[in-house]
Nanobody, 124 residues
Framework: QVQLIESGGGLVQAGGSLRLSCAASASNYAMGWFRQAPGKGRGFVAG????????LYEDSVKGRFTISRDSAEEMLYLQMNRLGPEDTAVYYC????????????????????WGQGTQVTVSS
């Protein structure tokens, strides 16, 4: 397992933007962002392959969110634009050493390392 530390959450008005960051010594790992809203399970938001050559998004965030990674800085990012109240959740960074290179996992069980989470609250 690797240590993951998220930052960048906060309170924003609907239509606004936030950028989440995840510090991770995981340059050769597939990585992803998940979120968990109150009373709901943890769900996939976006993922990026170990080589950063493939990305995948949950349908509701396509065109609004962008996942990226800086392997040299060992950082993972999630740029979130046009936020709405439905995006309110705790966001988690995750890493996997077992997902094959070029692939992305969409299940939380695909990932063995998790950050502590960062709260994103979008007011209407």
């Amino acid at each position: 397992q690797v240590q993951l530390i998220e930052s960048g959450g906060g309170l924003v008005q609907a239509g606004g933007s936030l950028r989440l960051s995840c510090a991770a010594s995981a340059s050769n790992y597939a990585m992803g962002w998940f979120r968990q809203a109150p009373g709901k399970g943890r769900g996939f938001v976006a993922g990026i392959s170990a080589g950063a050559d493939t990305t995948l998004y949950e349908d509701s965030v396509k065109g609004r969110f962008t996942i990226s990674r800086d392997s040299a800085e060992e950082m993972l990012y999630l740029q979130m634009n046009r936020l709405g109240p439905e995006d309110t959740a705790v966001y988690y960074c995750a890493a996997s050493a077992t997902i094959p290179r070029g692939a992305i996992g969409i299940l939380s069980s695909n990932y063995e390392s998790w950050g502590q989470g960062t709260q994103v609250t979008v007011s209407s």
